[in-house]
Each structure stands twice: as C-alpha cells, then as structure tokens.
C-alpha cells in the first residue's frame, strides 16, 4: 500500500481504468463543509478514460439501493461522496470492497473530516485492512488562497470589485469556495446599478456587462450571512448539549481567535465545564484551531448568524464579558472593546472606549478608521452634549489630512450650528470644516466663508487656530480669490505664529508661505522648502511639511522645474505615508500624472488616470488633475468628443471649484478646441479665461492658456486685445522664476506674429520658443512650436501666396524637413491629430516624387493612406467638417474617403471602422 499527499493522482485513476486494468485505486479526498468535494468528484466523472468504464456514484446517508458489484464489467470508477454520513451497512460494504478490490477499480471517497465519527478514519473503526495491490491516496482540498478568491470576485463583479472588497471576503469567508461563491451572488444584486459619467470613462471593461457602482469592504459586510453557512453554523451549535453552547456563542461575539480561558471566561463558563465546552465544539466542528492555542469559528462570517440567534439578555451578558476580557489584552483592542461595550448597554464606557480608540487610531496615522468610528459614534442620539463636544474635534483633525468624507462634513455642520458648544470648540469645528471644504470637498466659495468666521470666532480665545485659519485662507490655488487677497491672510497668518510661538502653527503657515512662493515663482521658495520641518518629532509638523513638499511639487510642476519636481515628489510621497497624510499623498499622485503628461511620459498615461479618478471617484476635487490629463490626451490623439467629456465633466469638480492653475489649463484646452473646430466665437471664451487668469493675479498659471487665448482673439481680428495679453503676461512673470510662462510668452509672440501676417518675425520666435520648451523638457509643446516655425517658413517664402510657386526652394526643403521632423515626433508621442495634420501640410507642400508611373496607385484591396488618416480620425469622434479642416480637405472629400473606407471593410457605420486602425 503507498500513501501520498501529492497531485498526481488523476494520472494514477486513469491508468487503473485502462484497458484491461491495472493495480486498484483509492483516492481519500477529504475537506471541510463547501470546499467544493462534490464538485471534484463531478469533474473526475468526465476522465476520458472512464469514457468506457463503468462510472458508479454514491452519495452516503442518502438511502436508495446499494450498487452491485456481481453487475460490473470491466474497470469501474466508484465515486463516493459524503462518507462521513455512511450508515454501518454503507461502511460495511465500503469496506468490503476495498479489502478486496478488482483489477481496474479506481474508488473516490470523499468526507468532511471534521464530521467523523471516529477522527482521521474516513470509514470508521477499526481502521480498514487495505490489500497489498491496492494503491491508496490522500488528497486534502484546502480554502482558497487570498489571489484565488480576488479571481473569483473579478470574474463576478469586474472591475467594480476593489482590492479591499476582495480582501474582506477572504477575511470574512476563510477562503471557503462555496461561501465565496454565495457571497458573491449576493455582491452583485447589491452593487449593480450605473453609475453617471462613466460614458466617457470608459466604463465597464470586465465583460460581464455591468457598470455598477464600485464593490467595497463595507458591502461585503453589508451582504449578510449565505443561507448555506447561517444553517450549517446554527445546526451544528444545536448539536451540541445546552451547557455547552455558549462556548460557541463566545466565538461569535468576540469574532476572531481567542484563547481557551478567554472563550471560557466570556461564555461565563467554569474552567471544567469549559473544556469540556471547547473540546465537544472542536469535535463537532463547531470551532477550530485558528493558530496555537487560539481558536474561533471555521468561517468568521457566521458569527452574525450565531449572535442573532442568541437571546436578548444572554447576548448583552456575553458582550459585558467580551469587554471585560479584551481590556486585558495587551495592547487593548479599543474599538473592539467599545463595540462590545455598546452592545452591553454601557453607554458611559462605549463613549470612553470609543474615544481612546480614536486617539490611538489618529497617533498611529490611521485616520480614516478613526473618521470611520467617529461619524458612526456621533451619528447616534444617545452622545450628550459634552461627549459630543470632546468627540467632534477629534473627528476633525482626522478628517482634515484623510480624503473625502461628505459625511464627516455633514456632521460637522450640524454640530458648528449647535449654540451650546463651547465658542472655542465650535470655532475650532469650523476651522477643520473650512479646510476640509476647501481641500478634500474642493467647495472653495463655502470653505472660505467658514474659515472667515472661524478667524472671528478664534482671535481672542484661540489665537493659534485663528492663525490656522488664516493660513488656509493664504492658499494661492483658492479661485476667485485675488492673489493679493491671499498674500494679506498670510501676513497675517505669520504674524499670528510668530506671536504665538506654536511649533503646529509655525508649521502650518510655513507650509502655505512656501506653496505660496513657489506659486508664484518667489526666488525665496526654494529655501523655504529646506526650512520644512521634515524630522520634527511632532507628527503634525510632519504632517504639514509632508503637505507643504507636495504642494511645493505640484508649483513646481505648473512653473517647469520638473527635474526638481519629481525630488519633491518622491520627499513628499515618502513623508505622507510615514506621517499618515493620505489626502497629501493622493494630491501628489495626481500631480505625477500632469509632470508625465508635460514630460512626454504618455505610453500608459490614459489607464493610469482612469485608474485614479476610479480610485478617487467620490473625491472629484483630487481626482481633477487627472480629468484634465485625461482630457487632453484625448485631444491629441483626436478622440474630441472625449476630450470635451473629461474636460467639462460636471460630475467632477465645477469650474469654479477648479484649482485655479487647473481652471486656467481646462480653458486653453477648449479654447484651443474651439479653434481647431475653426469656431468663430473662440474668442469670447478666451477673453472670459483671460479676465479670471488676471484676476487671480498669479501670471505664471497663464502659460497654458496664453499662445491659444492670443490666437483666438487675434483670428477674431481684434489685435489690440491680442496685444494686451501679451503684455499682461510679460509684465506678470517680470522678475518671476517661471521657465513655463517664458517659453509660453515666446509661444504666444510668435502666434501674434502670425496672425499679423509676419511670418519671418514668427519663425524667429516660434524657434526660441520651441528651445525653450525643449530645455524643459516639454516635448509636446517643443513639437508644436517647431511646427509653428516650419508654418510661417512657408509662409515667408517670395510669393509664397502664389500657388504656381515653386516648391523647391532652400526655404521650403527646410521647412519640409522641419514638418517631416515634427510628423515623427508627434507620432512617437502618440499625438495622433497632430501627426495627422502635419502630414496633411506635408501633402500640400511636397512636390511629387519623380518617376512614379503616370495614375494614381491601385489601393483596391485595402485602404488608401489617406483613407486610413480619414478614417483614423473617424473613429476618435471627429466630424467630417472637422476632419476637413485638420487634413485641408474638402467635406465632401471627407465623406467620400469614408464611403469607400466603409464599402471595402464591409462596415456599416463610422464607429464599426475602429477595428481597421492600427
């Protein structure tokens, strides 16, 4: 007889059911409740050598009449399941059988160990006398692993399914396939639903059809216990003798591995009764051995299920126990404990458990799970008054540096509107509301008049928060809010730390005056950054110069330092997670995204920001970084319809909510779409963003918006306005540190130059310009600036208006050249109008080559290479108008490139042609 534990046994069965057989099997699969035996046992039936073979399948402790053996011919494949319910005559005849097996019998059993009536013999005692021929295996079917369970919750729910949804049912199931696959049953009927948007986010990519809302841990929770696992649980607990199922209802409460003497102690059970508790419950798989010396039940799910069915009093009972015995572990489980506290009626020490879990939470840098605890804790009635007022505060110090909770807003607001609170309290709520509107909510208009009052509140009782306040108030980024405006609250601010002598607060208003210089390109913004007190010992300091690194990258980023942006990133990343600032963190994220855009860093940039506004869907004020990424990608590669979406979504953050660099970046985006639309009214929009860009009055923030606004309004034909803005934007960088707004300045030269029909002017500045964004570097902007250049070459050229002139010229070589140049590079980025449009210039200026036999090529079989340009911008969305205008065709040209495109694809519509680009 050989044992083994290995795999290879399907092989073993296959050769036993060969013809003419060989060596008899046994295959013993043993498993837990719902890992998926039966299923086994299914996928063995089909073998295809038991194809000719006769198949036997048996389900123990199911009546019916027993097989008989004097009826098989030839090699036999037996399948038992459940041979842990075999009746004495079922084990009988089992047992005959494999005490005297016939060659080719290859015999299945499958059992639940733990269900046994005699532990690790699968046919009782005593144990089976195996003959020598007969091979005799084990195999152990074991839980789902954490990656398998993620696949399954994939596979159900898509891309709705998070990493910490996949987690928590992993957690909650033990990995048990048939609770998974219950549980996931009941995900999809929970979480299935649209979600507004997602048209232009690409919506859902898993395959199942389903664009629901995103599947988190909070819904595996909410999605109760299968109906499976609740009867399985309760049954088995009734099994047990009365005085011994508390040790079982213990389990539930606590729910999680617990020491034998604190299951008894909690199951109020005395230290013999309990052992003989915990050792009935292990025998009748009631519980199991989690770990050494810890035990709980085999799936923690059930625990709701077990504490339900357990009566009022004796469940509050169990709970007082429960908290008693966590207060002695070390270190204490707080939120555990004042979970079990509520439970137990003990209002006065829930809110004291709740509280010191709070704090622990929040030193440790856990600040969600305390926003978590914290609403739940003050969403109830029973917190009086003065608990409430000792509770709110921590709420919102948490919520001030974690991400989004409109929740916590709400609350928030209710309670600063609450006239008993202590002013210094309630201005100290107001404080945190203000700066959570502002940042995480990115409601600029309502958090500033929160913080305005909350200076009111403050200055005489707390001058160090009013000096908070006003430091919020300095952010340059708020829009609508002059600059000068600004720069008044942080005098202020400073002032008020340096009378105060406040390590927090001199942190703070340190943070704001440095994104305040870098903003707007203060050559003193530099040393500022060194002064960030990165290795202070208070984790709020940290917390603040984590804050203050990040948003010394992202101005950084938005005045073209990007080498030194990308060191700030990494500083600030790194500090945010040690000091436990995750909204610091998140903005950083999106910040990388726009360095990558600006960089060139395009391949993949498309999922990554998908991703993030995914990640960050109910924090719209983040996720607008990337948005804006995404939109203008989506222009480049001539997807407009796209692009408008992403960049005008109003399910994101409204343009007045907007950081006002990001405002000033949307609108020269859709200026600049307006004008390859070849709209006549692109100037109004420009002159719109052109008054807010100066009244904010950070000129810096203008270089994405400059060269299209003084475009538009110079096609417009009003120059003198086009003149203004370049003026305007010379006079606002004058003495500034801003590489971008520079480059932007020549950008923007050069553009009213050609507008003014002086091309010679323009090719001179168009290549300054394009130097200076190549010494960025900014590729994308150095591309279109070369193009620019190589434009008004030919347009400088002697009676270059002259459509006899020859095109052979030294002046025309070089700026062909320069064109083909710029074609490529467009291409490499992935600028796929851009390439297409410079090509089409191309076409327009390149003489024909020489020799080419008289006719135009046959292109017969397949598309035309201006066919495919035609088609290619088709498919991103662009009409035949606009596709005109981009390739210098006719309309009706356009229409009839489609035509044919779709007669030799056998296509029926425009958006069928996507299958034939490259």
């Given at each position: ?17 060969a013809a ?6 046994l ?42 053996e ?10 038992v ?9 079922e084990r009988?005849?089992?047992?005959g ?33 195996y003959?020598?021929?007969l ?18 919750a994939?596979?159900a ?22 609770v ?5 049953a009941?995900?999809r009927?929970?979480t ?16 199942n ?12 929770d ?28 213990a389990a ?7 020491a ?11 230290a ?19 770990s ?24 509050q009972?169990l709970h ?13 489980p ?7 506290r509520?439970?137990a009626g ?51 110090r ?18 600063v509107r ?50 908070r306040?006003m ?29 105060g002598?406040d ?5 703070a208003?340190?943070a ?31 917390q ?43 903005t ?5 995204l ?5 960089t060139?860093?395009?391949?993949g940039l ?10 960050t ?16 990608l ?11 979406g ?7 953050a ?43 009055g950070?000129w ?16 417009a034909g009003?120059l ?48 300054e ?20 250049a ?48 410079a ?7 390149q ?41 210098h ?5 356009v ?12 296509t ?11």
């Amino acid at each position: 007889m050989a044992a083994t534990h290995g795999f290879a046994w399907p092989s073993v069965l296959g050769r036993a059911l060969a013809a003419g057989g060989a060596e008899p099997v046994l295959v013993l699969v043993e498993g837990a409740a719902g890992l998926g035996k039966s299923h086994l046992l299914d996928a063995l039936s089909t073998l295809p050598q038991a194809a000719e073979a006769n198949r036997v399948r048996r389900r123990c402790g199911s009546g019916g009449t027993r097989p008989r053996e004097d009826r098989w011919e030839g090699p036999v494949l037996l399948l038992v399941d459940d041979a842990h319910r075999a009746d004495e005559d079922e084990r009988e005849w089992l047992r005959g059988l494999l005490e005297h097996p016939g060659r080719g019998l290859a015999a299945v059993v499958a059992y639940r160990p733990e269900e046994l009536a005699v532990p690790g013999l699968p046919l009782g005692a005593p144990p089976v006398q195996y003959p020598p021929e007969l091979v005799v295996l084990r195999h152990r079917i074991t839980p789902w692993g954490p990656d398998r369970v993620r696949e399954a919750a994939r596979e159900a729910l898509g891309e709705r399914c998070t990493d910490e949804a996949a987690e928590r049912l992993h957690e909650r199931s033990a990995g048990v396939p048939r609770v998974v696959v219950d549980l996931l049953a009941a995900l999809r009927d929970r979480t299935d639903g649209g979600r507004p948007g997602a048209e232009h986010q690409g919506g859902d990519r898993s395959g199942n059809g389903t664009t629901g809302e995103a599947c988190t841990a909070e819904d595996v929770d909410a999605a109760g216990v299968p109906v499976r696992l609740a009867e399985l649980a309760l049954g088995r607990t009734d099994a047990l003798p009365p005085a011994h199922r508390p040790i079982v209802w213990a389990a539930a409460v606590l729910d999680g591995p617990a020491a034998r003497d604190e299951l008894v102690a909690v199951a109020g059970l005395d230290a013999a009764t309990g052992r003989d508790a915990l050792l009935a419950a292990l025998a009748g798989a009631s519980l199991r051995e989690c770990s050494e010396a810890a035990y709980g039940l085999p799936v923690p799910l059930a625990a709701a299920a077990l504490g339900e069915a357990v009566p009022g009093p004796l469940r509050q009972e169990l709970h007082g126990r429960a908290a008693a015995a966590l207060v002695r572990r070390q270190p204490v489980p707080w939120e555990a404990v004042a979970r079990h506290r509520r439970a137990a009626g003990q209002v006065g020490g829930w809110l004291r458990a709740v509280e010191r879990a709070a704090l622990a939470d929040a030193d440790a840098g856990r600040h969600q799970r305390a926003i978590g605890l914290l609403e739940r804790t003050l969403a109830s009635s029973a917190v009086p008054p003065q608990v409430r007022a000792r509770l709110a505060p921590l709420l919102a110090r948490s919520a001030v540096v974690a991400l989004r909770s409109d929740q916590t807003v709400e609350v928030l607001s209710q309670i600063v509107r609450d006239a008993t609170l202590p002013a210094a309290v309630r201005g100290e709520l107001r404080l945190d509301l203000g700066l959570m509107l502002c940042n995480q909510i990115g409601r600029y208009g309502a958090g500033c008049a929160e913080l305005e009052t909350a200076v009111a509140e403050l200055r005489e009782i707390r001058p160090d928060l009013a000096g908070r306040a006003m430091a919020g108030l300095a952010f340059p980024y708020l829009s609508g809010s002059p600059i000068d405006l600004n720069r008044w609250w942080l005098h202020q601010a400073v002032a008020a730390a340096e009378a105060g002598g406040d390590e927090a607060l001199s942190a703070a208003v340190l943070a704001n005056r440095t994104t305040f210089a870098m903003s707007c390109g203060d050559r003193e913004a530099w040393e500022l950054v060194e002064a960030l007190p990165t290795d202070s010992p208070d984790p709020v300091c940290r917390q603040h110069a984590a804050r203050g690194l990040c948003n010394a990258a992202d101005a950084a980023v938005w005045l073209g330092f990007y080498e030194r942006a990308e060191h700030l990133l990494a500083d600030g990343l790194d500090l945010s997670t040690t000091s436990g600032a995750p909204y610091s963190e998140h903005t950083a994220l999106g910040t990388r995204l726009l360095l990558e855009w600006w960089t060139g860093r395009w391949e993949g940039l498309a999922q990554r920001c998908e991703r993030f506004v995914s990640a960050t869907a109910d924090m719209p004020f983040i996720a607008s970084d990337a948005r804006v990424v995404r939109g203008l990608l989506a222009f480049a590669q001539g997807d407009w319809g796209s692009a408008l979406g992403w960049l005008s979504d109003r399910g994101a953050a409204g343009p007045g909510d907007l950081p006002a660099p990001l405002a000033a970046t949307v609108s020269g985006a859709l200026v600049r779409l307006a004008l390859a639309r070849q709209d006549p009214a692109a100037a109004e929009p420009a002159r719109r963003a052109w008054a807010e860009v100066s009244a904010k009055g950070v000129w810096p923030w203008a270089a994405e918006l400059a060269p299209w606004a003084v475009e538009a309004v110079a096609r417009a034909g009003d120059l003198p306005a086009a003149e203004a803005m370049v003026r305007d934007l010379d006079r606002g960088i004058e003495g500034r540190e801003a590489p971008v707004a520079r480059a932007a300045l020549l950008w923007s030269r050069a553009a009213l130059a050609e507008a003014r029909r002086q091309p010679q002017e323009g090719v001179g500045l168009y290549r300054e310009a394009a130097a200076a964004y190549a010494a960025l570097p900014r590729p994308y902007a150095r591309t279109l600036t070369a193009e620019g250049a190589a434009r008004c070459l030919l347009a400088a050229r002697p009676g270059a208006a002259d459509p006899e002139h020859p095109a052979n010229d030294p002046g025309t070589a070089r700026a062909i050249a320069e064109l083909q140049s710029c074609e490529q590079q467009f291409t490499d980025l992935g600028a796929t109008w851009d390439a297409a449009r410079a090509r089409a210039l191309l076409r327009t200026e390149q003489p024909a080559r020489k020799g080419r036999p008289p006719g135009r090529p046959s292109h017969a079989d397949g598309l035309s290479p201006r066919e495919s340009e035609v088609v290619e911008l088709a498919v991103g969305g662009l009409t035949n108008r606009e596709i005109a205008t981009t390739l210098h065709l006719s309309p009706r040209t356009v229409e009839q490139h489609i035509a044919s495109a779709m007669r030799k694809t056998g296509t029926l519509s425009r958006h069928d042609l996507a299958r034939f680009t490259s």
